[in-house]
């Protein structure tokens, strides 16, 4: 089974500030590397698909990159509804058992 | 746009089965493009998968969840379904069902589940 390690678990930032996530996968799972916003009482939402193309009606402001074992989301420049948490998720035995990592909660400094 | 929708009970009791449906409408699950799947979401914690079906009847499971777990589908009704047997406390979650491809792009609103006598 591949792990996902997500860090920081919270992350505290302002407005305005950026925002860097990671997720490091316990081997490699290429590209295939997804990432979902959830808000409190809100199912997720789909950001990024194959570590760094925007789901559709994504803001520019959100970015995905890497491969292999190391990936980040970036948000550029937070917004008051980006406050939320984030999980990422790989997908490299598709359509095998993609797994989520543990989240990092965004919130308000 | 497609819309998904969870349904079934919201309580359980130990040992017996849980079962939900997932009502899809404004896109057919027939289309073939999609794997049509189940997560669920234990109070304040992470997200977890369940597994997942194609319209033709092919299901991957959680390896964990496997032994208990039955997804099914119905394309003349456009729903899915998820079973799972013999549940205890620790099945207590939040489950939503979802449309998957390169990434689970729709998601129901969630339904939740308690298991308690």
């Known amino acids: 089974e591949i792990v996902l390690t997500q860090s920081p678990a919270t992350l505290s930032l302002s407005p305005g500030e950026r925002a860097t996530l990671s997720c490091r996968a316990s081997?490699?799972?290429?590209?295939?590397l997804a990432w979902y916003q959830q808000k409190p009482g809100q199912a997720p939402r789909l950001l990024i698909f194959?570590?760094?193309n925007r789901a559709t009606g994504i803001p520019a402001r959100f970015s995905g990159s890497g491969s292999g074992t190391d990936f980040t989301l970036t948000i550029s420049s937070l917004e008051p509804e980006d406050f939320a948490v984030y999980y990422c998720?790989?997908?490299?035995?598709?359509?095998?058992?993609?797994?989520f990592g543990g989240g990092t909660k965004v919130e308000i400094k | 746009q497609v819309h998904l929708q969870e349904s079934g009970p919201g309580l359980v009791k130990p040992s017996q089965t849980l079962s939900l449906t997932c009502t899809v409408s404004g896109g057919s699950i027939s289309s073939g493009t999609y794997y049509w799947s189940w997560i669920r979401q234990h109070p304040g914690k992470g997200l977890e998968w369940i597994g997942h079906?194609?319209?033709?009847?092919?299901?991957y499971y959680n390896a964990s969840l496997k032994s208990r777990v039955t997804i099914s589908v119905d394309t003349s009704k456009n729903q899915f379904s998820l079973r799972l047997s013999s549940v205890t406390a620790a099945d207590t979650a939040v489950y939503y069902c979802g449309r998957d491809s390169r990434g689970m792009d729709a998601w129901g609103q969630g339904t939740t589940v308690t298991v308690s006598s």
């Open positions: 194959d570590a760094s």
């Open positions: 081997q490699s799972v290429s590209i295939y």
């Open positions: 079906i194609y319209y033709s009847g092919s299901t």
């Open positions: 998720q790989q997908r490299s035995n598709w359509p095998r058992e993609p797994t």
